[in-house]
């Protein structure tokens, strides 16, 4: 953090912060180019305008900015229909992983460093898989936990579709977010010892919420 922080958790993105800055220190100086970036922005972090963080705000914003000269179209294809080849085969790989949880309520994916060597793919091509097990009908939190082998950690990444406050997962664990996307980063000798204590910081997040409930003396 710096000298002043501007923090608002309500805000459907990080863009809409900057756009409120920018109009109030000189809205003409937004062009066509800043307009479309920061239309990329809100448009990638609502999910193109599907989850629970758009809000009347959302569309009044991208109102604004589609009059200042973003490209709805143009920003869908060039961000969700550019997909490779090998980010194709990834994804096959990943899917093969998917896992449920908690009869149905949380659903997760695992990807192993070898997957990036065996498809030529780069870490950053896992960016949004999680969105896979989150989209399963009837699943709340979903997780992607990834093998970081050179940083000796599994990073994980947690969505929720509203019902379940994944920060406070992701705070348990060291990392942080908001509400409906987080993240954070688990030092494990072993792929089982993290998912271990992953899984039982998730169940701790559907208590907290009252989906579900332990025996007497269970712990999760």
Same mark, same amino acid.
């Given at each position: /953090?710096?000298?002043?922080?501007?923090?608002?958790?309500?805000?459907?993105?990080?863009? !809409?912060?900057?756009?409120?800055?920018?109009?109030?220190? @000189?809205?003409?100086?937004?062009?066509?180019?800043? $307009?479309?970036?920061? /239309?990329?922005?809100?448009?990638?972090?609502?999910?193109?305008?599907?989850?629970?963080?758009?809000? $009347?705000?959302?569309?009044?914003?991208?109102?604004? &900015?589609?009059?200042?000269?973003?490209? =709805?179209?143009?920003?869908? +294809?060039?961000?969700?229909?550019?997909?490779?080849?090998?980010?194709?085969?990834?994804? !096959?790989?990943?899917?093969?992983?998917?896992?449920?949880?908690?009869?149905?309520?949380?659903?997760?994916?695992?990807?192993? @460093?070898?997957?990036?060597?065996?498809?030529?793919?780069?870490?950053? @091509? !896992?960016?949004? &898989?999680?969105?896979?097990?989150?989209?399963? %009908?009837?699943?709340?939190? $979903?997780? $992607?936990?990834?093998?970081? =082998?050179?940083?000796? +950690?599994?990073?994980?990444?947690?969505?929720?579709?509203?019902?379940?406050?994944?920060?406070?997962?992701?705070?348990? &664990?060291?990392?942080?977010?908001?509400?409906?996307?987080?993240?954070?980063?688990?030092?494990?000798? !072993?792929?089982?010892?993290?998912?271990? &204590?992953?899984?039982?910081?998730?169940?701790?997040?559907?208590?907290? %919420?009252?989906?579900?409930?332990?025996?007497?003396?269970?712990?999760?």
């Amino acid at each position: /953090y710096g000298e002043y922080d501007y923090i608002d958790p309500d805000a459907p993105s990080t863009t !809409s912060l900057i756009y409120r800055l920018l109009c109030a220190w @000189d809205k003409s100086a937004i062009d066509e180019d800043i $307009a479309e970036n920061l /239309y990329a922005g809100l448009a990638t972090d609502t999910g193109f305008f599907k989850y629970s963080n758009t809000t $009347a705000e959302t569309f009044e914003l991208a109102k604004e &900015l589609v009059e200042l000269g973003a490209k =709805p179209n143009w920003t869908y +294809v060039n961000f969700a229909e550019r997909e490779s080849i090998n980010k194709i085969r990834l994804i !096959s790989k990943v899917l093969e992983t998917l896992t449920l949880h908690e009869d149905g309520l949380v659903a997760g994916i695992t990807i192993f @460093d070898r997957f990036f060597k065996e498809t030529g793919c780069e870490y950053a @091509d !896992s960016e949004g &898989l999680v969105n896979y097990p989150r989209s399963l %009908e009837g699943v709340e939190v $979903a997780y $992607a936990i990834i093998e970081k =082998p050179e940083e000796k +950690v599994w990073k994980v990444s947690l969505r929720s579709k509203g019902k379940v406050d994944v920060a406070k997962i992701a705070e348990e &664990l060291g990392g942080g977010g908001h509400k409906y996307a987080s993240g954070c980063k688990i030092k494990a000798n !072993s792929y089982e010892e993290a998912m271990d &204590l992953l899984l039982k910081a998730i169940k701790r997040g559907l208590e907290r %919420e009252g989906l579900i409930k332990y025996a007497v003396g269970q712990k999760a």
